[in-house]
């Protein structure tokens, strides 16, 4: 069996094998032509603007490789402001193995960044999987959760080693995030996932950790009862905290509600109050509850306009009055702890000023609301997709990105005043690729398009993004090949952002669309919930439409269509292959083939939003391309870490060992190490190489320029 297993000190594979032809199925959709020459490359003439060379699409020599690719993967983790002023953050390192590390701004203008937690910890969370909200900072003490043992740590930055404030259960059975510093009865309040008694049904509460200096207790329940709980937040007084929770079968985006609860002498909750999402006449999902300095609380929801708006309550009447209305998303989905879209610029009380980002029409914006007022300036920076916000006095921090510019944080400046409000200063203190400049020259630009779908009138949206290279052009006579990529979730969004694994294969003479298909987010709650019940349907003939509009547009070549995703996207891409024939090959990054396996053996956090998106029984196994491996007709890539809760190894295990035993190509690489996510440098590089080599030799009628040993293609090879 040719599945290849793949660990940080070794790799099985096979060698180079004879490129040979095969008949499949009842639909030919495969072509297996005598390869075209690969293209030859100097940068020297790419860089002095030489005349371009003419060579297949697919074949062009490109210099970000996937060594680049897998160096810049830098994700971020959570950004917070210390009492210095100065920003700390987590960011994940592929060349570490993908450890997460808390890092703080440098007290020098052009310092180099401060590590604060040692080598030996890594700054993660596992609650509900997906983590986010894995540390907190008050002043100069940090506290976070330590990704080998779950338990929660405080150091002080710049201090000695961390010191442990949760018990030790004997392993990651409890897990801590979300937490916030409570000063006033000097402790630690965050969500306890505790997983002693089911690891696929764990029990959530808010909890309260105690600093006890010498001593160390068990975490003090404030809240349980619900199925999910989420952003405990105290008010400057200390005398209230507000919270977001949710039951089965929602999720949180789908319906919520937000709680503001009173704290007894002893620090108990004695009274709680419904603030929104209790209303059975309304359906909302409240999130990112915040107290401003004065003691008021703001939050966001979806309520009757369908779209994420800020809002504020009035306590005295326990009502809640909108701040700014726009058809447009001023938060995103809570797939992760954390989340912060908005804060107050200005922590003396004096002002009004919020900053904050909204989304619409496929891009974000940032700007300033006077609350009080209700006046909305927007400002103008570089970043045309913004994710997280937070403050300080007359500045404050933003992570975002735009299409010439990568995942980044910058420090801005901003003048307030009643006549103008601007950003006066703009500047990145962090890049997760600060050496991206010098591939300028090879980056494609995405274009937002909008195509119609298969439902009358009705349309959905995708970032297209030309093959571009300045050393090298297709022929005239030749149209690109094209990898459609849907986004995983589903309940996600593709973002249109400068992303090196997009230009991986722009650059190299592929076309590449990242498509936004009914059920994705920033387009408010209807275009989200396209996909309630339809899951496996409208995100499979939305994809297609894609390709087939690129196609009739004279973009992309109508014989050379493939389709990649990971996670949820990975069952999109499978289910395209099993119910469509579209397209010619796909590559499925732990994907999802049996949908009834999936509800089994998933984690609490998503145990019935499948039902949502699926249906009934019926539509279960209808859905499932394991159920119809028969008409499969295409060649299929599969990789999967054996380390994954969400999605486990068997899903991919099973999709291939049906596909191989029908005839078709098909190859599986495992990672050990690897959960629902690739971390290690070297199995980012691997996974782009092979994906690129699988659909050159299969689909794409040229040879890459890029020296790559292939795995072996079970009944190709």
Same mark, same amino acid.
């Given at each position: ?55 297949? /699409? ?44 808390? $890092? ?123 199925d999910f709980y989420a952003y405990p937040r105290i008010d400057p007084s ?35 109050? /419904? ?57 995103r989905p809570l797939w992760v702890f954390g989340n912060s879209s908005y ?12 900053? /904050? ?135 996600g969004e593709a973002r249109g952002i400068l992303d090196l694994n997009v ?110 998106? $699926? ?18 007709? /295409? ?83």
């Amino acid at each position: 069996m040719a599945v290849f297993t793949r660990s940080s000190t070794f790799l099985l594979a096979s060698p180079l094998l004879l490129h040979r032809a095969i008949s499949i199925g009842r639909r030919s959709c495969i072509r297996y032509p005598p390869r075209m020459p690969m293209a030859s490359y100097s940068p020297a003439s790419a860089a002095a603007g030489a005349e371009k060379t003419t060579a297949p /699409c697919g074949s062009w020599k490109s210099p970000i490789t996937a060594d680049v690719v897998s160096g810049a993967d830098k994700r971020l983790g959570g950004i917070a402001v210390a009492g210095d002023g100065r920003l700390v953050w987590i960011e994940t390192r592929p060349e570490e193995g993908g450890r997460a590390v808390i $890092v703080k701004e440098s007290e020098e203008m052009e310092g180099k960044p401060v590590d604060v937690t040692p080598a030996d910890f890594a700054a993660r969370t596992l609650a509900q999987e997906y983590g986010g909200g894995a540390f907190a900072v008050s002043e100069n003490v940090v506290v976070f959760s330590n990704y080998k043992d779950q338990r929660l740590y405080k150091q002080i930055i710049g201090g000695h080693s961390p010191v442990p404030l949760t018990p030790d259960y004997g392993g990651p059975v409890i897990r801590y995030a979300d937490g916030v510093f409570d000063p006033h009865f000097h402790r630690y309040l965050t969500v306890m996932e505790d997983c002693r008694i089911s690891s696929l049904n764990p029990i959530t509460t808010i909890a309260a950790v105690y600093f006890s200096e010498g001593h160390m207790h068990e975490p003090r329940v404030l809240l349980s009862g619900n199925d999910f709980y989420a952003y405990p937040r105290i008010d400057p007084s200390g005398k209230r905290m507000a919270w977001i929770e949710w039951s089965h079968p929602n999720m949180p985006w789908d319906k919520a509600e937000l709680w503001v609860g009173y704290f007894s002498e002893s620090g108990d909750l004695c009274k709680r109050l /419904c603030v929104a999402g209790g209303d059975p006449t309304l359906v909302e999902s409240p999130t990112e509850p915040k107290w401003s300095s004065k003691g008021e609380l703001f939050f966001i929801t979806d309520r009757k306009s369908g779209f994420w708006n800020i809002y504020k309550w009035i306590e005295h009447k326990n009502e809640v009055v909108p701040m700014y209305e726009l058809n447009a998303e001023f938060a995103r989905p809570l797939w992760v702890f954390g989340n912060s879209s908005y804060d107050f610029v200005g922590k003396d009380g004096d002002n009004h000023s919020i900053i /904050c980002s909204y989304r619409k029409s496929g891009r974000s914006y940032l700007g300033v609301l006077d609350h009080v007022s209700g006046s909305f300036t927007l400002l103008d920076i570089p970043f045309s997709d913004i994710t997280d916000v937070v403050a300080g006095s007359d500045y404050f921090y933003i992570s975002g990105a735009s299409a010439t510019h990568p995942l980044s944080i910058a420090k801005v400046k901003v003048a307030l005043d009643e006549k103008n409000t601007e950003a006066t200063g703009f500047s990145i203190i962090w890049s997760s690729s600060p050496d991206v400049s010098k591939y300028e020259q090879y980056f494609s630009v995405p274009e937002l398009i909008e195509f119609p779908t298969e439902n009358p009138g009705q349309t959905a949206y995708a970032y297209f993004y030309p093959p571009t290279n300045s050393a090298f052009q297709g022929p005239l006579d030749e149209k690109p090949p094209l990898l459609v990529k849907n986004h995983g979730g589903p309940t996600g969004e593709a973002r249109g952002i400068l992303d090196l694994n997009v230009q991986y294969w722009t650059s190299r003479g592929w076309a590449f669309v990242d498509v936004n298909y009914g059920g994705s987010t920033g387009y408010g709650r209807e275009y989200r919930e396209r996909l309630l019940g339809q899951w496996g349907t409208v995100d499979v003939n939305d994809c297609c439409s894609c390709a087939r509009f690129l196609v009739e547009s004279g973009k992309a070549d109508g014989e050379r269509l493939c389709i990649t995703g990971r996670s949820a996207g990975g069952y999109t891409t499978l289910a395209s292959l099993a119910f469509r024939d579209t397209f010619k090959a796909g590559a499925s990054l732990y994907g999802v083939a049996d949908l009834s396996l999936l509800r089994a053996e998933t984690h609490k956090f998503e145990s019935h939003y499948i039902d949502n998106l $699926v249906g009934n029984e019926r539509a279960y196994f209808e859905k499932s391309p394991i159920n119809f491996v028969d008409k499969f007709t /295409c060649p299929v890539i599969l990789f999967q870490g054996l380390d994954d809760k969400i999605v486990p190894p068997d899903q991919a295990r099973k999709i291939y060992m049906a596909l191989k035993e029908k005839g078709l190509p098909v190859a599986l690489v495992e990672y050990e190490g690897e959960q629902h996510g690739f971390c290690k440098a070297e199995n980012i590089k691997f996974t782009l190489e092979q994906q690129m080599l699988f659909l050159a030799r299969l689909v794409g009628n040229f040879e890459v320029a890029d020296n790559i040993t292939p795995i072996k293609i079970d009944n190709f090879d």
